[in-house]
């Protein structure tokens, strides 16, 4: 990055900042439609539970279906955040700077979203609090061998860690804004949130330090987390699911599909808020990379699982593998395969990876193509599992689209708020790389 | 809700006011009402009122429900709360007349099991015998009396008015000295009521009583007659016998005592270690349940069965059989095999096995199969028979069935005529449906028409009940006394479990109180209710059978045992007496190119199954179709016709037309094409009306030429496209195992001669298993498990609709089940495999949960919703569960079953509930428990006897109805129980074992012939 000749320490400021102005009526706009969206998927949740989980379109023996496939897909997004805030951060990749504040927002709002599903698709959603180990009279205990045990400590510690994370990174940015604000409100506001900081040195000494430890403590979560969801599918003995290659399978998955929409989000808002300095091209092609690399661990995946299915010699295992490809989901098979293993092949051209207009369309297809990923890890593979009798169909519902399209509301919600009322790239990060201001500089 | 009134010292729930109401707005949603579909404006207001933010989430997620508790000031005498009683009956689902014990708890008829006294059902049960309680609760009964209003409606009236009618119309009738035209139509009853009938129209001035069955068997009794000169029906006892060659009869499902005979095909025909197992053999058009079971089933062209059984005499006679009647001759191999389309090499080959499996047995004359020769292919098979010297062995007429003594077919063509005529001027009818049994070409709704006053007994508005001008509701047979004689020397009682549930009165009693009031009539029916009359009517039964007892311990020990049983029966052995052969050509009406076979269906009889939910929801066996008709239809004809499964098919004979959608599969010639009867009703309750096709419809009103029974197989169609398409709802959609090992056999050879690899042992364990991170279950003293005969399981769903009566197991209608949401938690899976010869093979195979000693589904809930208990049941506890449904996922036999909806029993199906049993709400997951219930009771009494308990003590609902006895259950860990026994087999594998699931029930494999 060369920004010596165009940005300065007060550039950066007023260009971040600017982006907290009063919402204009196309944001207003976005929002309402937003919202109204979210109403509609919030009524749809509301039906199922007055009427009962029958109203989704569940077949024996399909128990599961688009409910978790989203709550994978938002784990999964949820994973580029802290991988491009921490681990990049960790390993000293520039690329990361510009970037990582939308990304570890996507993290926390994306755990937001994810942690809704497990509920919405409970018969009995009110009684959702019995998953956690509390002290009660009954003394009613949970069963620490369910894999949606370890589900709900991952997630919930993953949320906490990456929303503390993504705070404290925020911490100097947000007195920055407060030290700007005017309106009695919002200084409120950002006072609070800014805990005081008054950027001494003692402060950014500890600071500093502090980052990095919740770095390296984020880091081992980043794995982790996706490791415990692949663990749902992994240790049931479902066809198309028992398979030790699952943890890493998930990861690189989801790390390609945050990165997709990473990308999805980043692209509209360069372009929206001319952050084009800032966010550059450089920095996309790095993703694009990261890209190539974990598509080609998935690709790698999807290879290897039929070649065990076959190796293996159980019927039941091969069968699933044959039906994927052959059945009656094979549409949504091919689909994937085309979006996650094909089209990213076209970013070993460096024009096309340089080129941001391909790079959306790219992130769309990715994103895609690794939700049905998940649809066909869980609802082809229970669709066909042991027993011939048994084998069965499902058909999306009208409701679960609803509760679908009112999660992306939700997440996009929580975004369009987050754009318009903290720093969505980091003032603090960007300065450090930034020449030091000198009287030159300020005259200039 | 409701209150429990003394009175007499039994209890009757009544129906409080409110209740009422709820009945007659009870609404028909789509679905059958059963699930909660759609939203009501309030409740939408109360979902948009939260969106709004206006209130709790959880204002719109539960209700409490409201219950009032009312308690018994005086408690009745012979009710202990919580504790059932138990009442002896006789069925009268079907003329067999299999005995049945009906448990009443708290007032209320919960649950039927077999009568193990009566020996033609030896304590076992059908399907339909297990849904009856759902005819006693039918939501759609008829409450009270109805009368024509002056718009020409049916309204309801009170029992004075309607009875006040009758009389005034009787009265009429016989000023006018028509006494004679007065018509009484029934079914084939037997005994008391019909010494009633007899006697009360004699007196009234010498009507006409008519006793129409749908099913009859005139061709058969015409054959007798003709071979053996007695016009009978016998008793074949299959069971003594070794080689079974059947003409069409499906004595597994509908032919004359389907319980009985399956339980003696399953005493000869099913493979018992030390046993000879016997062949059977089923020749038919159309692949019949009972033909699935056969180790044979020859495709035989429709009505030219007589031929084959001819033709395989006179290769029988040729090569020195016992009798050699005139022109058999004529019958050689080849011309017969061009006749009936059956291979030379087959009839040659069967004719050996026929004289060389002694004694072997030819029986004839399913209903479908009946052609306008059925008489005389009935005689050709009697003359198998006498030809391979069984007669007098296995054909019993001394315990023939009263069936035969139901008005022949001829008869009710006639009575229709006279109808017609307007010879008659007042007809009775009780609780038969001749507008829906009888062919639309007979004219009968036309000829009700011109009958000035109908009177119908029935306890449902059905096709016939509708044209009815007054209906005087019976109670049904749970709710009333009566007697049923079936056969020789069963003389069943029936008495009633439960006080009637509506304001309905036995038409016994309203012959009696009617004549109370008519002249002359009043000193010759002075009894006060038909009971008292019964009771008189029975010392006769005493005089004969009371062995010196006294009338009242003679009367009370019959009520008790629910009649009179007599085991020293005289046998009655035919001995054959013509021997001429002239056997016809069958004839079909109609220009079509395909037969057409209307064929009875084991769930629905005569179509007075089709109103229960329960038959409704049980899969057909062999098409797994659920709620609807549906048109077999051979894979090659449907090829030509360009007709897949579930397009809707078009079939026209040149007396009407039907449309239904196709089923397309090998077990039906290529020439013909089969509908079931039973369904096409447009009135007889939400669950029967605007379902299905009914084939009797387009039949001509042809009857047999000798018999003048009615010919069933006459007919020949038109079968088109229409077109139209739609998925046909079945509860399996997959044909065959998929390679999969599942469902497996083995044959005889391997059997016999020590081939066969033995897999199976008590725990199903796999090499390594002891290796496991955690501890094996400790059994403290019992290890509940379970067999499964394959070789015996004939597929007849009876299990399953005792587990739904017994369970609480909702049924979710049509919409659902296409949905994959059928409850049941015991279903019958159904592969078919291509055998040797290229045949198809039918396997059933009763799925439910394996009850795993390592279970996938435990230790994923995350709530310990479901665990495993110190008996080895796998435990579920409805309360706990939150609904994540992993346990349903991770199973490896889908057996789990989930609460989509909260789902209904409309008022008063519910009554049905067993109180026993947790009644689920939505959003929770349910399976079979192996009647949790039934262990913990027999466990109590034992422990209060200060014992242990013994093997037989504790049986679940499926095993006890299973009429072939394929399901046995008990204590695996004392190795004296039958089931420990049976899981130590040659034949036993546990299914999936390979996954070291360790499931608690043996399959044992079935076992086919080789050569078949």
């Known amino acids: 990055m060369n920004h010596e000749t165009t940005i300065t320490y ?31 998927g919030l009524f749809c949740f509301l039906y199922q539970v007055y009427t009962g989980l029958g109203v989704a379109g569940y077949s024996h023996p399909v128990f599961w279906a688009v409910y978790i496939t989203n709550f994978v897909f938002w784990v999964g997004i949820a994973h580029s955040g802290t991988l491009i805030s921490a681990i990049l951060f960790l390993f000293r990749a520039r690329f990361r700077l510009s970037i990582y504040r939308i990304a570890e927002a996507m993290t926390v709002f994306a755990v937001f979203t994810a942690g809704l599903f497990p509920i919405i698709h409970l018969g009995r959603p009110w009684n959702f609090y019995w998953l956690f180990p509390y002290p009660n009279q009954r003394e009613l205990w949970i069963n620490f061998k369910s894999p949606l045990i370890w589900d709900v400590f991952a997630v919930s510690t993953y949320l906490t860690v990456s929303s503390v994370f993504f705070f404290v990174g925020m911490i100097p940015d947000i007195a920055a804004i407060r030290d700007r604000v005017k309106e009695t409100p919002r200084k409120i506001m950002y006072s609070i949130l800014s805990l005081g900081w008054k950027g001494s040195d003692w402060e950014w000494s500890h600071y500093t330090r502090a980052y990095l430890y919740f770095a390296a403590f984020a880091t081992p979560l980043v794995i982790s987390v996706h490791s415990v969801v692949s663990w749902d599918f992994a240790m049931a003995n479902v066809p198309g699911w028992h398979t030790t290659i699952f943890p890493p399978y998930f990861v690189a998955g989801a790390i390609f599909s945050g990165l997709g929409l990473v990308i999805t989000l980043t692209v509209p808002i360069r372009k929206i808020f001319h952050l084009e300095e800032y966010i550059t091209v450089a920095n996309f092609e790095g993703m694009a990379k990261l890209i190539m690399l974990t598509s080609a661990i998935v690709t790698y995946a999807y290879l290897v699982e039929p070649l065990m299915a076959w190796y293996s010699g159980s019927p039941y295992e091969w069968g699933q593998f044959v039906y994927r490809a052959n059945g009656e989901y094979a549409f949504f098979y091919w689909t994937m395969i085309f979006c996650n293993s094909i089209v990213p092949l076209v970013l070993w051209f460096k024009k096309i990876r340089t080129n941001i207009n391909a790079l959306f369309i ?41 509760i679908t399209a009112g999660s992306f509301a939700w997440f996009f919600m929580f975004f369009l708020i987050f754009i318009k009322t903290l720093p969505a790239i980091s003032i603090a990060e960007l300065k450090e790389i930034l020449p030091i201001p000198t009287k030159e500089a300020k005259t200039q | 809700m ?109 649950k039927i099991e077999g009568n193990p006294e009566n020996p033609i059902n030896a304590g076992k049960t059908c399907a339909r015998g297990q849904a009856v309680l759902q005819g006693l609760y039918n939501p759609d009964r008829t409450r009270s009396p109805l009368g024509r209003n002056s718009s020409g409606e049916l309204q309801a009236i009170g029992w004075e008015a309607a009875e006040k009618a009758l009389i005034e119309k009787i009265g009429e009738v016989r000023k006018q000295g028509k006494g004679n035209r007065i018509v009484f139509l029934t079914y084939n009853v037997s005994g008391t009521f019909d010494k009633l009938i007899k006697e009360w129209l004699n007196a009234l001035g010498g009507g006409k009583h008519v006793t129409y069955e749908t099913f009859a068997y005139e061709p058969l009794q015409e054959a007798n007659k003709i071979s053996f000169g007695t016009d009978r ?120 096995e026929f004289t060389e499996s002694k004694p072997s047995l030819a029986i004839g004359g399913g209903v479908a199969n009946t052609g306008t020769n059925a008489t005389d292919t009935l005689v050709a098979i009697n003359m198998l028979n006498s030809v391979a010297g069984n007669v007098g062995e296995t054909v019993d007429f001394g315990r023939s069935f009263t069936l035969s003594k139901a008005t022949p077919f001829r008869e009710i063509k006639s009575l229709v005529d006279s109808m017609a005529n307007g010879e008659v001027e007042l007809l009775l009818i009780h609780n038969v449906n001749p507008a829906f049994t009888l062919p639309k070409s007979l004219g009968f709704e036309e000829a009700l028409g011109k009958v000035p006053f109908v009177v119908s007994f029935s306890s449902f508005v059905d096709e016939t ?46 012959i009696l109180s009617v004549s109370k009031n008519l002249e002359g009539l009043k000193d010759q029916f002075n009894q006060g209710t038909f009971y008292d009359y019964l009771r008189d009517s029975w010392k006769e039964v005493h005089e004969q059978f009371g062995s010196g007892k006294d009338f009242e311990t003679f009367w009370f020990e019959a009520v008790q045992r629910g009649g009179v049983f007599r085991k020293d029966q005289p046998s009655a052995q035919a001995q054959i007496s013509g021997s001429d052969v002239a056997l016809s050509e069958p004839k079909f009406e109609g220009e079509g190119d395909m037969y ?31 709620w609807d008709s549906w048109a077999e239809i051979h894979p090659d004809t449907a090829e ?35 509908v079931l009867i039973g369904l096409g009703h447009d009135s007889y309750g939400r669950y029967a009306e605007g379902r299905g096709v009914n084939p009797i419809d387009i039949l001509p009103p042809v009857v047999d030429e000798k018999s003048g029974g009615f010919a069933w197989l006459s007919t020949k169609v038109k079968v088109s496209k229409t077109g139209e398409s739609a998925r046909l709802v079945k509860a399996q959609h997959t044909q065959t195992q998929d390679g999969r090992n599942v469902a497996r056999a083995v044959t005889l050879n391997e059997l016999q001669s020590g081939v066969h690899h033995e897999e199976g042992h008590e725990l199903h364990e796999i090499p390594g298993h002891e290796y496991g991170v955690y501890k094996p279950h400790e059994h403290i003293k019992y290890r509940w498990g379970m067999s499964i005969d394959l070789s015996k399981c004939i597929g007849c769903g009876a299990c399953v609709v005792a587990c739904y009566a017994e369970n609480n197991v909702a049924v979710v209608g049509k919409e659902q089940v296409a949905k994959g949401r059928v409850m049941s938690w015991i279903r019958i899976d159904r592969y078919f495999e291509e055998n040797a010869k290229g045949g198809l093979e039918a396997r059933f195979m009763p799925m439910l949960c394996q009850h795993c000693d390592n279970a996938p589904c435990e ?37 789990r079953r989930f609460n989509w909806f909260t789902y209904k029993w409309p008022e008063p199906l519910n009554w049905q509930l067993n109180p026993d049993v947790t009644v689920r709400s939505k959003g929770v997951m349910e399976k079979c428990t192996f009647n949790i219930q039934r262990i913990n009771h027999a466990r109590r009494r034992a422990q209060e006897e200060g014992r242990d308990l013994k093997d037989g003590e504790v049986t679940p609902a499926c095993a006890q109805a299973c009429p072939t006895d394929a399901i046995v259950f008990g204590d695996l860990k004392n190795p004296e129980s039958r089931v420990s026994r049976l899981a130590k087999s040659e034949r036993g594998y546990g299914v999936l074992a390979e996954l070291n699931t360790k499931p608690a029930i043996t399959y044992l494999k079935k076992v086919k012939r080789d050569e078949a």
């Open chain 1, 10 to 40: 007060s550039r950066v400021n007023h260009d971040i900042i600017r982006m907290l102005d009063k919402p204009g009526a196309k944001w207003w706009i976005l929002f309402v439609l937003d919202l109204g969206v979210l109403a509609f």
């Open chain 1, 362 to 402: 790219i992130s769309i297809f990715i994103n895609i193509g690794m939700w049905f990923e998940r649809f066909n890890i869980i609802v082809i593979s229970l669709s066909h599992e042991f027993i011939p009798s048994s084998f069965g169909l499902y058909r999306v519902s009208w409701v679960e689209l609803g």
């Open chain 2, 2 to 110: 409701s209150e429990r009134v003394k009175k007499g010292g039994s209890t009757k729930p009544v129906l409080s006011k409110d209740e009422e109401s709820v009945l007659s707005s009870e609404p028909g949603l789509g679905n059958e009402g059963l699930t909660a579909g759609g939203i009501k404006r309030r409740d939408f207001l109360k979902i948009i009122g939260v969106i709004g933010g206006t209130a709790a989430v959880t204002g719109g997620c539960s209700s409490e429900p409201v219950e009032k508790i009312i308690p018994y000031v005086i408690p009745p005498d012979d009710v202990i709360p919580g504790v059932s009683s138990y009442y002896a009956t006789t069925c009268t689902e079907c003329p067999a007349g299999c005995g049945i014990v009906v448990e009443n708890r708290d007032g209320r008829a919960i």
């Open chain 2, 233 to 352: 029906i016998p008793t074949y006892d299959i069971e003594k016998t070794k080689y079974l060659l059947s003409f069409g009869a499906d004595f597994l499902e509908t032919w004359i005592s389907p319980t009985e005979y399956a339980r003696k095909y399953s005493d000869a025909y099913t493979y018992e270690k030390g046993r000879v197992m016997g062949k059977f053999v089923q020749v038919e058009p159309r692949l019949s349940l009972t033909g699935a079971n056969a180790d044979e089933w020859v495709p035989i062209k429709p009505g030219t069965e007589g031929f084959l059984a001819l033709g395989i005499a006179n290769l029988i006679s040729s090569s020195g059989g016992v009798a050699n009647p005139a022109n058999l001759g004529n019958y050689t191999p080849d011309r017969v095999s061009e006749i009936t389309g059956v291979p030379e090499e087959t009839i040659r080959r069967i004719a050996k």
């Open chain 2, 465 to 510: 009940t509708r044209l009815a001008n007054l209906v005087l509701p019976d109670h049904t047979t749970l709710e009333s006394w009566g007697d049923f004689i079936p056969k020789q020397g069963i003389y069943g009682l029936i008495q009633p479990a439960m006080r009637p549930v509506f304001d309905t009165k036995s038409t016994g009693d309203v």
């Open chain 2, 596 to 626: 057409f076979m209307a064929y009875p269906s084991y769930r629905y009889y005569d179509g007075r199954g089709a109103n229960k939910p329960w038959l409704q929801e049980l899969p057909d066996a062999l098409t797994q179709v659920v």
């Open chain 2, 640 to 674: 030509k016709l360009g007709v897949e499964e579930g397009d809707f098919v078009l079939i026209e004979s040149p007396y009407g037309k039907i449309e239904t959608q196709a089923l397309v599969y090998k077990g039906i010639r290529p020439d013909t094409v089969a």
């Open chain 2, 859 to 895: 230790p994923v809930c995350p709530v310990y919703a479901t665990y495993h208990n110190y008996e080895g049941l796998n435990a579920m506890v409805y309360n706990r569960c939150v609904g994540t449904r992993y346990c349903s996922n991770n199973c490896s036999y889908k057996v």
